[in-house]
Structure formats: structure tokens, C-alpha cells
């Protein structure tokens, strides 16, 4: 059972529209990220959040917006995206962010941009 | 160069048997941290086990266990009686303690494990 969710679980969307992406953790954690897998490529990192505070933006393009309002709730949002931005988004938190810290992941959002 | 080498894309085991996934790092840090998870088909990451670089003891966690070779920057994942809900693609992954680098958790490109019974 994981403490991290994530909301929607399926979004298919066209390159015009705007949507939302949602994690929540349950688990106390100060740090929460959002990664990108796409096929056949290893986990991409896009953003750390630590204590609330964006501590990395990993080159990402502009079209994808992040969020947190707390330490416990992250949002990516979404506007003009590309069909090469069809990927699983994949959330996690952590203690802090910090190297000895494991990271617990959410179940994934499954995006298609059209 | 790849901060994470994992060279087996597939891996086949028989059902109760034990198979050994490798992992392979590169990082100029002292101090970092292994992590590996298993993403089984639905698509979450699920943490499997931890080991520091400081930690002198090889991690274990019930079947799992992380034969840590810190000289020769390896830390495999040996997986000890295999069951059929053990197939899943496994990653491996790197956190650095200092530089740029510090707290980004790098995966390597993941093995397939297929557990026959």
C-alpha cells in the first residue's frame, strides 16, 4: 500500500488543452519530485521540491508547470504539450532531499497527448 | 558517462531459484547512497532496498539482499527464491551527497526479470 497517490491515473489530452496533474503524500515528508518514464528510457527527473521550495528544475520545458503549496500535495500543470510529452509521471516524497533518504513513489499518471 | 549501468535488459529465473541483477555506478562522491525498486507492470515504483556508502554491511531485506562492492562500484540485487509475482522490470538507482548532483536520484535503464514456474 503506498502513501503516495496520484490523480488522474489515465489522462489523454489534445495539444490545445490545459490539465492538471495531482500527488498527495501521506507519509509526513518534507521533499517531493516529479519524474518522467517514457518507453524504452530510464526515469527522467523533472523538478525537486524540498521544505516547499523549488531546489531543481531539471532543464524541463516551460509548457509543464509545477506546483506545491505544501509539503504535501504537488501539482504539475500542463498547457500546449507535444505528442512526444506521451509518458508516464511519476511522483514521489522523501524524508527530505537528501541522499540517504529512500524515495517513495506514487502509482502514475499515464498521459497521451494527441 | 552513465552515472548507472545495469548491462542485462532481460533476465529469466525458475521459480524458487535465486537470481542475481547487476548494477554498476560511476560517481567521484564519498558519500552517496544505492537504491534499487521494482516497477511491476502497473507502472509504480516500489522500493526494494538501501544501501549507504558508508554502511560496511551488506543491505538485506527478506529475499532481497545488495552484494556491495564499493571498490569495484558495484552493488547487484540478488533475489533469493524467486516467485512468479517477482517478475517486473528492476531499476537501479544512485543518490550523490554532494556537487550538483546532491540528492538526485539517477536510475539506470532497468532490467526485465521473468520468472518462469
Known amino acids: 500500500e503506498t502513501g503516495v497517490t496520484q490523480t488522474p491515473r489515465h489522462l489523454v489530452m489534445g495539444m490545445t488543452n490545459k490539465k492538471s496533474l495531482k500527488c498527495e503524500q501521506h507519509?509526513?515528508?518534507?521533499?517531493m519530485y516529479w519524474y518522467k518514464q517514457s518507453a524504452k528510457k530510464p526515469l527522467e527527473l523533472m523538478f525537486v521540491?524540498?521544505?516547499?521550495?523549488?531546489?531543481e528544475n531539471n532543464s524541463v520545458p516551460s509548457r509543464f508547470s509545477p506546483e506545491c503549496p505544501n509539503s504535501s500535495h504537488l501539482f504539475l500543470h500542463l498547457h500546449t504539450l507535444q505528442p512526444e510529452d506521451s509518458a508516464l509521471y511519476l511522483c514521489?516524497?522523501?524524508?527530505?532531499?537528501?541522499?540517504?533518504?529512500?524515495?517513495?513513489f506514487g502509482p502514475g499518471t499515464r498521459l497521451t497527448v494527441l | 558517462a552513465q552515472k548507472i549501468t545495469q548491462t542485462q535488459p532481460g533476465m529469466f529465473v525458475q521459480e524458487k531459484e535465486a537470481v542475481t541483477l547487476d548494477c554498476t555506478y560511476d560517481?567521484?562522491?564519498?558519500?552517496?547512497?544505492l537504491f534499487w525498486y521494482k516497477q511491476p507492470s502497473s507502472g509504480e515504483m516500489i522500493f526494494l532496498i538501501y544501501?549507504?556508502?558508508?554502511?560496511?554491511q551488506n543491505a538485506t531485506e527478506g529475499r532481497y539482499s545488495l552484494n556491495f562492492q564499493k571498490a569495484r562500484k558495484s552493488a547487484n540485487l540478488v533475489i533469493s527464491a524467486s516467485q512468479l509475482g517477482d517478475s517486473a522490470m528492476y531499476f537501479c538507482?544512485?543518490?550523490?551527497?554532494?556537487?550538483?548532483?546532491?540528492?538526485?536520484?539517477?536510475f539506470g535503464q532497468g532490467t526485465i526479470l521473468t520468472v518462469h514456474p
Open positions: 507519509l509526513g515528508h518534507n521533499a
Open positions: 544501501q549507504g556508502s558508508y554502511d560496511e
Open positions: 521540491y524540498n521544505f516547499k521550495e523549488q531546489t
Open positions: 514521489a516524497s522523501s524524508q527530505d532531499a537528501g541522499p540517504y533518504n529512500e524515495q517513495f
Open positions: 560517481t567521484s562522491d564519498q558519500s552517496y547512497g
Open positions: 538507482a544512485m543518490r550523490e551527497g554532494r556537487g550538483t548532483s546532491y540528492g538526485k536520484l539517477t
